[in-house]
C-alpha cells in the first residue's frame, strides 16, 4: 500500500512541474501571495466550501488553519415572542404623529425589544507541528483560478510544499504536504478548540468533540465568559485523518506523529449537530458523529489527485464564467500586503481586478446551495464573542454580502439566502401578530440561526427596523429578474404576498393623509428637528418607504406573470397609490431623509439611508427620474459618505454604488481608493472598526461590477461608468436582467465591441453614452455590437 502511495505520489510531482519552481514566478492576475507566513488571523488565507472554512496561516515550524462550520452557533430556538404588545402601538403612535418622538422612543424601548441574537462560534484549530521554523524561498499563495492555498518554501536542501482547499463536492478540507527528498517530511498533529472539548487518537485520525455554549454575549456588551449548561448547546465532532503517506503513522495521547514521509495527505471533516432552527440541537440533534463518519466513508478509494481533481473541477465551474482584465503595471509583482501598503490613488489598475475576483471567490467559498447564507464574517470567525456576534444584519449588511452574486453570474450561490428568507417567515408571522396585530411576516434589524425575529435589544436606533424582511424579499425578485426562473418565483410568491400583507395592515395615516410606518427608524441615524430637538423614532423615512414601495411593485408584477389573484393585486395597488413619495427639501434640495423636512444629526454620517433607491432598487434613475437623482447626488456631496470614520469599509461600498448609479465614473474611483488605501487587511479583507467584515469586500465587488456593466431601468447600460484609469480591458462573462450574458471589450476608454447573450432569448435595449440599440437575442443565441451600431 506504501509503494502505490509513493508511486502515485512520484506521479503527481511529475505532472505538476510547477511544484519547485512555486516560489520564483510572478502573481497571475488570480493570484496574491505572501513572502512570509501570517503572524494573525487578519494575515491567513480563507478557504471554504460554503459550509466549511478554515484560514490558512502557512507557518513553517507549524501550520495553523482555523476551522468553522456554519451551523456552528451558540444558544438553541427560543421563543421570544411577547404576545399582545401590540397594544402599545397606538399610544406610540400617537405620541410620534404629535411630535414627541422622543416620549415614544423611550416607550419602544421600554416595551418593544428583546434580547440579543446568539452568536457564531469557532470550530477547531488544525496543528500541523513540522520543527524548524526557519526557510528561504518562501511563498503562500491563494490562487483564486483554482481555490488553492499553496505554500512552499526550501529548508536544509529540501523543497517542501502544501496544497490546501475545501471541496464542495467532498465536503472536507485537504491538506497535502510534500517534499523533493524522501523521508523529509516529520509531522505532530493536533486538534484543539476555543470550544469546551475532548480529543482523542485512533490509530490514524484524531476525534474531536465538544458542545457549544447555551447563550454568548454580543462583543459590544463588554467580555463576558460562555454560558454552559449541561443537557443545552450544540454539540460538533471534527475528525483529522492522514489518508496518504509512505511515513510511520504513531499515536500518543491526543497527537499523531508522522516520521520519515515523502507525503502526506491530511482531510479534516467535520458536523455539528444542528438540525434546523426549530430543533433543539442537544435534544433533537443530528448524529454529529454518524456525519462524520459518513463524510470518511465518501472518501474511501480517493487519493490527493481525485480530491484535488474533483474540488477544482466544481469550483472553477463556477469561478471561470467571468474574465476581467483592467490593466496591469509592476505591482501586480508584488506580495499582496505590499501591494496595499503601495497603493496610491489607481496605482495598481489589477488590484482593482484581482478585488472584483477576490468578492466571487469569497462568495463562492461562503455561500453554495445548502449552507447557510454568508453571515457578517462570511463563514470565518476565531472569537467567542465575535463582532456583532457574526449573525446577519438585515439593515443591510446581509443585504450588501449578496449585491453582487447575480451580475456576477454566480445565481446558486443566492440560494442560501433565499432558504433564511423562508425561514423566518415563520417566526416572522409570529412578530407581525404580537407586535403590530398584523396578518403576514415581518423581520427586524437582526436574525441568527435560529430565525428569531422580534427587534433585538440595546436601543429601538436599530432595532425597530421594521422593513427587514421587505428588503429580504427584493433579493428574491433580483433573482428572478437574473434567472428568469418562474419555477422559483411561484415557489417564493408566498412569501412576498405575506410580507405584502403585513404592510397592507400595518401602514398608518400621516398628517398629510399619506400612509407610512409608524413606527420607524432611518438607518440608525439620529435626525435633528428645525428647533434643535434630536432622536430617532419617527414615521415614513425614506427608506422605508422606498423597500415598500418596491415590495409592492415586484408583488402586483408577480401577480401578473404568474397568474396569480388579480383581487389581491388590486388591494395592493389602492395602498400603493397612498404610501408617501418621496420628497425633495425646499430649502437644501436634497432627497430628503425623513417624512419631515429633518436634518441629520452627524451631517457626515456615511450611512446614507434615502440612497436604497439607487443602488437596491431602480426607483432612482438618473434618466427615468432625473430630479430625484439630481436631488440624491446633493445628498451625496453634502454627506460625503466613505469619508467618515471607518475609512469607506462597507460603508463606501454604499458611496460607490452611490456614485456608478449616478454614472460618475472618476468619483467611484475615488472611493475605490480610499478604500484600497485606508479599508484593508494585510490579506484583502476588509477591516471595519478592527475587525473584518465581509460585505465591505462584497460590496465594492458590486460596485466595480457597475463601473462596466448596469441594467436597472429597463435596459442595460455599457461602460456606465468607467474610471479613466482602466482605459483598456474587457471583461466577459457579467450577468443583466431579464436573463442575458454580457462580455464588454474597450480600449482608450472607448468601447470596441460588446457581445450579449441569452439562454431564454427576448428584446432589450442597449445603451452606451447617449445613444441606445434595441436588440433581439435569439434562445441561446447571441448579439454582437460595436461602437458603429451606437453611431
Not at 516560489?23 to 459550509?51: D, V
Not at 510511520?248 to 520519515?260: A, F, Q, S, V, Y
Not at 470518511?296 to 480530491?307: I, T, V
Not at 415590495?551 to 396569480?564: N, P, S, Y
Request: hydrophobic share 35%.
Amino acid at each position: 500500500m506504501k509503494k502505490h502511495v509513493l508511486v502515485a505520489f512520484c506521479a503527481l510531482i511529475f505532472l505538476r512541474p510547477d511544484f519547485a519552481r512555486g516560489q520564483t514566478k510572478a502573481a497571475s492576475s488570480l493570484s496574491y501571495y505572501f513572502n512570509s507566513p501570517a503572524s494573525r488571523w487578519t494575515e491567513a488565507i480563507p478557504i471554504g466550501n460554503g459550509r466549511l472554512g478554515g484560514m490558512v496561516s502557512g507557518g513553517i515550524g507549524q501550520e495553523k488553519i482555523e476551522t468553522n462550520d456554519d451551523t456552528f452557533w451558540s444558544g438553541e430556538p427560543r421563543d421570544l415572542q411577547k404576545p399582545g404588545t401590540y397594544r402599545y402601538l397606538d399610544e406610540i403612535r400617537k405620541l410620534i404623529r404629535e411630535g414627541k418622538n422622543a416620549e415614544a422612543g423611550q416607550l419602544i424601548n421600554k416595551h418593544m425589544l428583546g434580547p440579543w441574537n446568539q452568536s457564531y462560534m469557532p470550530l477547531v484549530d488544525i496543528l500541523l507541528t513540522m520543527g524548524d521554523s526557519t526557510a528561504t524561498d518562501y511563498r503562500r499563495e491563494l490562487d483564486l483560478s483554482r481555490g488553492i492555498v499553496t505554500i512552499s518554501y526550501r529548508q536544509a536542501g529540501v523543497n517542501y510544499k502544501r496544497e490546501i482547499f475545501s471541496s464542495y463536492p467532498d465536503q472536507t478540507i485537504v491538506i497535502r504536504i510534500s517534499a523533493d527528498k524522501k523521508k523529509s517530511v516529520n509531522i505532530i498533529a493536533e486538534l484543539k478548540s476555543k470550544i469546551k472539548n475532548n480529543v482523542i487518537a485512533q490509530k490514524d485520525q484524531l476525534i474531536i468533540s465538544g458542545q457549544a455554549p447555551k447563550h454568548v454575549e454580543p462583543n459590544y456588551q463588554g467580555v463576558h465568559a460562555p454560558v454552559y449548561e449541561e443537557g443545552h448547546g450544540m454539540r460538533f465532532e471534527g475528525r483529522l485523518m492522514i489518508k496518504e503517506t509512505d511515513g510511520e503513522i504513531m499515536t500518543g495521547g491526543d497527537k499523531l506523529e508522522l516520521r520519515n514521509a515523502s507525503a502526506v495527505t491530511f482531510i479534516f471533516v467535520a458536523a455539528t449537530s444542528y438540525n434546523g432552527f426549530d430543533k433543539d440541537p442537544f435534544k433533537e440533534g443530528k448524529d454529529e458523529r454518524k456525519l462524520c463518519e459518513a463524510y470518511l466513508s465518501g472518501l474511501n478509494g480517493k487519493n490527493f489527485r481525485e480530491l484535488y481533481k474533483r474540488h477544482v473541477d466544481d469550483y472553477t465551474q463556477l469561478f471561470g464564467r467571468v474574465t476581467i482584465d483592467l490593466g496591469i503595471n509592476s505591482d501586480a509583482a508584488l506580495p499582496v500586503d505590499q501591494r496595499i501598503r503601495n497603493y496610491r490613488n489607481g496605482s495598481d489598475p489589477a488590484l482593482t481586478a484581482l478585488y472584483f475576483q477576490f468578492g466571487r471567490y469569497l462568495l463562492i467559498s461562503s455561500s453554495r446551495p445548502g449552507s447557510q447564507p454568508a453571515n457578517l464574517q462570511g463563514i470565518w470567525n476565531d472569537l467567542l464573542q465575535p463582532a456583532w456576534s457574526a449573525n446577519w444584519t438585515l439593515n443591510c449588511n446581509a443585504q450588501i454580502n449578496y449585491w453582487p452574486v447575480e451580475v456576477a453570474n454566480l445565481s446558486e450561490c443566492h440560494l442560501p439566502l433565499m432558504d433564511l428568507i423562508r425561514e423566518a417567515t415563520v417566526d416572522g408571522s409570529k412578530t407581525a401578530k404580537n407586535l403590530y396585530n398584523a396578518r403576514g411576516w415581518v423581520a427586524h434589524h437582526n436574525i441568527d440561526i435560529w430565525r428569531t425575529t422580534w427587534p433585538v435589544g440595546g436601543n429601538g436606533l436599530w432595532a425597530i427596523y421594521q422593513v427587514g424582511g421587505a428588503w429580504l424579499c427584493q433579493h428574491i425578485w433580483e433573482h428572478y429578474l437574473f434567472t428568469q426562473d418562474k419555477a422559483f418565483l411561484n415557489e417564493y410568491y408566498p412569501v412576498l404576498e405575506e410580507a405584502t400583507r403585513f404592510y397592507l395592515d400595518n401602514l398608518q395615516e400621516d398628517n398629510n393623509g399619506n400612509l407610512v410606518t409608524n413606527p420607524a427608524v432611518s438607518f440608525e441615524n439620529n435626525y435633528k428637528k428645525p428647533n434643535g430637538e434630536k432622536g430617532w423614532a419617527c414615521m415614513g423615512a425614506s427608506q422605508d418607504m422606498q423597500i415598500i414601495r418596491s415590495l409592492f411593485q415586484h408583488t402586483m408584477e408577480a401577480v401578473d406573470i404568474l397568474g396569480k389573484d388579480q383581487a389581491f393585486k388590486a388591494g395592493v395597488l389602492h395602498v400603493y397609490n397612498r404610501l408617501a413619495p418621496m420628497k425633495i427639501s425646499p430649502v437644501t434640495g436634497q432627497l430628503q431623509e425623513w417624512n419631515d423636512d429633518w436634518y441629520p444629526e452627524n451631517p457626515h454620517n456615511d450611512q446614507v439611508a434615502q440612497g436604497w433607491g439607487l443602488v437596491a432598487g431602480d426607483l432612482i434613475h438618473v434618466r427615468k427620474t432625473p430630479e430625484l437623482a439630481r436631488a440624491f447626488r446633493k445628498t451625496v456631496e453634502a454627506r460625503r459618505p466613505g469619508y467618515g470614520a471607518n475609512s469607506g469599509s462597507w460603508t463606501g461600498a454604499f458611496a460607490a454604488s452611490f456614485w456608478a448609479g449616478l454614472e460618475e465614473a472618476d468619483s467611484v474611483q475615488m472611493i475605490i481608493d480610499r478604500h484600497f488605501d485606508l479599508a484593508l487587511f494585510p490579506n484583502l479583507t476588509c477591516n471595519f472598526t478592527g475587525f473584518w467584515q465581509i460585505d465591505g469586500n462584497l460590496g465594492i465587488t458590486a460596485a466595480i461590477a457597475a463601473m462596466l456593466l448596469q441594467s436597472q431601468g429597463g435596459e442595460i447600460s455599457i461602460l456606465p461608468a468607467l474610471p479613466s484609469k482602466y482605459a483598456a480591458g474587457y471583461v466577459k462573462g457579467l450577468k443583466a436582467r431579464g436573463g442575458f450574458e454580457v462580455d464588454i471589450y474597450w480600449k482608450k476608454g472607448v468601447l470596441l465591441k460588446t457581445v450579449i447573450r441569452s439562454a431564454t432569448g427576448g428584446n432589450i435595449p442597449v445603451r452606451y453614452r447617449d445613444k441606445v440599440k434595441e436588440i433581439h437575442v435569439k434562445p441561446s443565441g447571441e448579439v454582437t455590437l460595436k461602437l458603429t451600431d451606437f453611431s
